[in-house]
């Protein structure tokens, strides 16, 4: 059984300023949902091959649980994709943000991707994602929306 979900967001900011953002996995606790911390621990300092661990906290609603994670960058084409795949206690995860040109910005689809995971979360995880899931990763696309436009210079009449 697979699980596949998708969230798109219209950010009015170039795409070299959003790709800034989600390309460096250090930066993600600046949008993250939950508090995240992310460590380097091996290959280059970004792009493909770069390994990390990450702590996620309050990853269930009303609940101190934390996950740890094991992050490999696996794709990073500058302004189009970034993806990475994940290790953690709720499984085997393929993260992908892939990013066009929309107007004067970007259209940005965040999509997670469970590739394995223990039974509990197999069959929990479309019930989690509707009750929660979904709304922290809406919610941190809308942390890069909020963020880049912030940043964004000011555009031209």
Known sequence: ??????????IDAAPETVFALVADLTRHP?????????HHTAGPDHGPG???????????????????GHVVVRESTPLRRFTYECWDEGGHYLWTFDLEPSGTGTRLSHTVQRLTGPL??????????????????????????????????????
């Open 120 to 157: 509990p979360v197999r069959v929990l995880q479309p019930l989690m994602w509707k009750t929660f899931g979904g709304a922290q990763v809406r919610h941190g696309v809308a942390n890069i929306k909020a963020r880049t436009e912030a940043t964004a210079p000011a555009h031209q009449s």
């Open 1 to 10: 059984m697979s699980f596949v979900r998708t969230v798109t967001a219209t």
């Open 30 to 38: 600046e949008w993250a949902d939950q508090h995240l911390t992310v």
């Open 50 to 68: 770069a390994e990390y661990t990450t702590r996620a906290s309050h990853i269930l609603p009303h609940t101190t649980k934390s996950a740890n």
